[in-house]
């Protein structure tokens, strides 16, 4: 077993299965956290993760395959290629990427923290990563959140293709555009009542 990556949340782990590697996030216990509390969060928050993943995939969103889950841990297919904030994708991986966040939403599904670094570029085109702060959900300003981290982490021009994406994709566009100029307009509000 190979340790990856440790973050606020999981620790990511490597391991071979029948011969193919497996991931495997494992949610850290917190010391500070009452015990009861803590394993009630964990295990909660694996099962919802895991369900989020399977249905985004169901979806037609890329995601990488669920194989097993523990009680705070999800086993999962092993993706190669690169983080997005770490490539120059193409007007048509952008495209792709819109449509996908377009497929969750069509389902109920907001992914909590779509930006750069949880999206992964492989030979097989766009993945989207990491559902831990992923939610089911049907609100606009949720849906709205998403495209307004994803905007904020790529260029003007990588979003358009991915607004193009999910527009060509969402029954519920108009909307959910309409809600994100509204959230814009608050943080210039909130930023102008700050410095005054």
């Given amino acids: ?83 997005l904030k770490d490539s120059k994708p193409t007007a048509k991986d952008m495209r792709t990427i819109g449509r996908f966040l377009g497929y969750m939403h069509a389902q109920g599904i907001t992914h909590g923290d779509f930006t750069s670094a949880n999206l992964m570029l492989t030979k097989d085109g766009p993945y989207i990563i990491d559902f831990g702060l992923g939610n089911f959900s049907n609100s606009e300003e949720e849906k709205a959140l998403d495209l307004l981290l994803l905007e904020r982490s790529i260029s003007k021009a990588a979003y358009a293709n991915a607004r193009k994406g999910y527009a060509s994709v969402s029954k519920e566009y108009l909307k959910v555009i309409s809600r994100l100029d509204e959230i814009k307009k608050r943080g210039r509000y909130q930023t102008r009542t700050l410095l005054s």
Avoid: C, H
Avoid at 2 to 26: D, H, N, Q, T, Y
Avoid at 28 to 37: C, E, Q
Avoid at 60 to 77: C, D, E, L, N, R
């Fill in 1 to 83: 077993m190979e340790r990856l990556s440790e973050g606020a949340e999981a620790v990511m782990f490597e391991i071979r299965l029948s011969g193919k590697p497996l991931l495997v996030k494992a949610r850290n216990r917190k010391a500070w956290r009452i015990a009861r509390i803590d394993e009630e969060l964990r295990e909660r928050r694996t099962k919802r993760e895991a369900k989020l993943m399977v249905l985004a995939k169901k979806a037609g969103a890329a995601v990488p395959g669920v194989a097993a889950t523990g009680k705070y841990s999800i086993f999962m297919q092993k993706i190669e290629g690169k983080l």
